[in-house]
């Protein structure tokens, strides 16, 4: 049983701010989440209706070694809470004449890639020698600085390595540099695309994803990524951290440059509480934080600043039922059949609704039947698409699901539309109701080299003592591995500035 130190509040029970409860409390703090749904997740929530099991955020399990060690720091395992299962094929790319499978064994990727582009093979083993590299320093060290100040990378191996590190070249020249074909071009770009820009606005550093992609593998949690938030809810639960859900804060209140205490209600019963703390760490989202609960003397950033930072996209999402079988689908299915540059520009340069936009089909249920009822197939469809667009109408949710599922039919040469018996919607509106939400972003910052780092909101408040910040728009940035590493990189801060307690 550890001794309390200090009483810490966490806003937010998604990925980052369960990591830094867990940590937090394994210090001996005396820890409060305050969430203001009815469960765990954040953006990883879970979505029950008609025997129906949807993950209603993340869906992608890379970087398994990122889990591991996160549990491994409390004496756990990933195993002593949920199932992993690695997919074979990691996922099914449609391009506009036909489709390929990803093989997870690297021998059959490479004959792939072969028969896509001679001599690309070799050019495989080049590119993820080099990302081996960038991912065993960006994992091991560049994602834990904290990012506040330039002295954190006065680190004798990111000095030698740094232009191994490729930070000053961009993702498209790299890829570029080792292959030729499009398909194997836009097969490597595909891994940065929710990052937040296009490829040549992301450092090359990034192919450090596709060695997650490649050698750590797609993996599927058995019973659905909410699997996760559950293993990580009941080992805060074992360190006596405390929840409170159906509360949303409404008011921080500060006195002497410090917080003393924050103000909330109750979704359900509109009861209003208050709580005294010694530490808060915001793991809502940054920009409503600063914007609507701090009074405006003690935010950090002012609008100017916000509305000149480069978003990742949002993205319209469909959870849909089917009252049968699709024969022969994929875990995981990318359509890459119309245009990656358009659609792209679209998302990040003229920031507009897609004219005929890429997509993503996740078919759980192909993998794992618990997610369906007997004989039925559970999809989600994501859309990426801008931050910051107007017009989030149920009949333009409408027509976009009409355009892809219609697209989906076609390639497939089967029928879905009419075998439809449960759908969701889900996209801008939704984003900033459910989760105040920066412009309806889904991802958070992007990770262009002028949003890493020392260059991103920073995690300590600049003007409250003990306020302190952790999630997607902070270090280290946008996906489900860096947020778990978030909230712990934050509780170091903490714990770093109040060793009193």
């Not at 996160?70 to 990691?90: A, E, I, M």
Request: hydrophobic letters at 40%.
């Amino acid at each position: 049983m550890y001794s309390l130190k200090g009483k810490v509040i966490i806003i937010g029970a998604g990925f980052s701010g369960l990591a830094a409860a867990s940590f937090m409390a394994k210090a001996g703090w005396q820890v409060s989440v305050i969430e203001k749904h009815a469960m765990p997740g954040g953006r990883a929530r879970q979505l029950k209706a008609n025997d129906f099991v949807f993950d209603m955020g993340p869906s992608w399990y890379w970087m398994p070694d990122v889990f591991e060690r996160f549990f491994n720091c409390f004496g756990k395992k990933v195993s002593d809470y949920y199932q992993l299962q690695r997919l074979d094929p990691s996922y099914r790319v449609f391009w506009p004449d036909d489709f390929s499978d990803i093989p997870a064994n690297y021998h059959q990727l490479k004959k792939l890639f072969e028969s896509i582009e001679p001599g690309s093979g070799v050019q495989l083993d080049l590119f993820l020698k080099e990302a081996s590299y960038k991912y065993e320093v960006g994992v091991n060290k560049l994602v834990f600085k904290p990012g506040q100040s330039v002295a954190e990378f006065l680190d004798i191996d990111l000095l030698k390595g740094i232009f191994r590190l490729d930070v000053f070249s961009s993702m498209k020249s790299h890829v570029a540099k080792h292959f030729k074909h499009p398909k194997l071009r836009e097969l490597m770009e595909f891994p940065v695309l929710f990052l937040g820009a296009l490829a040549e606005k992301i450092p090359a550093l990034y192919s450090l994803m596709n060695y997650a992609d490649i050698v750590g593998g797609t993996w599927y949690p058995l019973g659905g990524m909410y699997r996760i938030v559950d293993g990580m809810y009941k080992l805060a639960l074992e360190l006596g951290v405390e929840f409170k859900f159906n509360e949303e804060v409404r008011s921080i209140q500060i006195n002497k440059q410090s917080v003393k205490q924050i103000i909330t209600v109750n979704t359900l019963t509109k009861e209003e509480k208050y709580y005294d703390t010694d530490v808060l760490i915001g793991g809502a989202d940054y920009h409503h934080i600063e914007s609507t609960l701090l009074p405006e003397a003690y935010r950090s950033y002012d609008s100017a600043y916000w509305n000149s930072r480069v978003m990742a996209p949002s993205c319209l999402l469909y959870y849909v039922g089917l009252n049968k079988k699709l024969q022969g689908i994929t875990h995981h299915s990318l359509f890459f059949d119309t245009s990656f540059q358009i659609h792209g520009q679209e998302i990040y340069t003229s920031k507009q609704w897609p004219t005929d936009p890429l997509f993503y089909v996740n078919a759980c249920s192909v993998t794992d039947p618990s997610c369906a009822p007997e004989g039925c197939e559970n999809l989600f469809f994501l859309i990426p698409v801008a931050s910051g667009l107007e017009n989030d109408t149920e009949s333009l949710r409408e027509y976009y699901f009409d355009k892809i599922v219609t697209r989906m039919e076609k390639r497939i040469g089967q029928t879905i539309k009419e075998h439809i018996i449960f759908k969701k919607t889900f996209a801008h509106s939704d984003f900033i109701s459910e989760y105040h939400a920066f412009k309806g972003n889904a991802y958070g910052l992007a990770n262009t080299l002028q949003q890493t780092s020392i260059l991103k909101p920073a995690c300590k408040s600049k003007k409250v003592n003990n306020l302190f910040y952790t999630g997607q728009l902070t270090v280290p940035g946008p996906g489900v591995p860096p947020s778990l590493i978030s909230g712990e990189v934050v509780a170091k801060e903490v714990l770093k500035q109040f060793r009193k307690f």
